[in-house]
């Protein structure tokens, strides 16, 4: 399996511009969780989703930021408008539902790095 | 909600020395113990998990101990070499990959 797959893995842009973090879950995976990580916070939990449906989006900083997940293969994040501060590393985890008898962990995809100038 | 610390925060030893890690949560009602190394421009990856049923993990240089009743757990790394050098990061969870509240990180340095 390729795991976790994301893209872009840098995305450099201006304050106020749309951005747009994409994200493709291992297959069979029916669990996907949005993280930011900063030096500040740590690793921070933004949104996560079981079965394509919203189940917590309580880190969610603020409207600026939305997610979807219109089907169990692909997410996206997205930031309208983005701001200096929300310049971090971004990642997308996935993992099986609780309740099967299989390894439940997550696993974290490679990360994207935005910066917003 | 569960609040997750960890100690200390950066840590160095000389290759060959072992490795602990402590982290300690406060909701009681967690139950799983995951254990991430980030190596530089990388995702965490999983080194090592924990159950609450079960008191200690080992795999091979890497063993993970849990205190229920303190509600702490400690990683350990025996036998150090220098590509053990990355952050590491300890989480607690009620439920098995879902909803992880993860530590501050560990960043270790392993010294030829």
């Known amino acids: 399996d390729a795991g976790v797959i994301q893209s872009p893995r840098h995305e450099v842009t201006e304050m106020g511009q749309e951005v747009t973090l994409r994200c493709k879950p291992i297959s069979g995976h029916n669990s996907l969780f949005w993280y930011r990580q900063t030096m500040m916070r740590g690793l921070e939990l933004l949104i996560y989703f079981n079965n394509n449906v919203p189940i917590d989006d309580s880190g969610m900083p603020e409207d600026r930021f939305s997610a979807k997940m219109p089907n169990a293969s692909f997410s996206t994040l997205k930031i309208q408008p983005s701001e200096p501060r929300d310049s971090a590393v971004y990642f997308c985890a996935s993992s099986f539902p609780p309740g099967r008898r299989i390894e439940e962990t997550q696993y974290f995809g490679p990360g994207t790095r935005l910066l917003v100038l | 909600g569960e609040n997750v610390e960890q100690h200390p925060s950066t840590l160095s030893v000389q290759e060959g020395d072992s490795a602990v890690i402590k982290c300690t949560y406060s909701?009681?009602?967690?139950?799983?113990f995951p254990w991430y190394k980030q190596e530089l421009g990388k995702g965490p990856q999983l080194i090592i998990d924990?159950?609450?049923?079960?008191g200690e993990k080992k795999d091979q240089r890497i063993a993970v101990t849990l205190n229920k009743t303190a509600k702490h757990f400690s990683l350990h790394i025996t036998e150090t070499q220098p590509e053990d050098s990355a952050v590491y990061f300890c989480a607690a969870s009620r439920e098995r990959g879902q909803n992880f509240v993860f530590g501050p990180g560990t960043r270790l340095s392993v010294l030829p």
């Open positions: 924990i159950r609450s049923n079960v």
């Open positions: 909701d009681s009602a967690s139950n799983y």
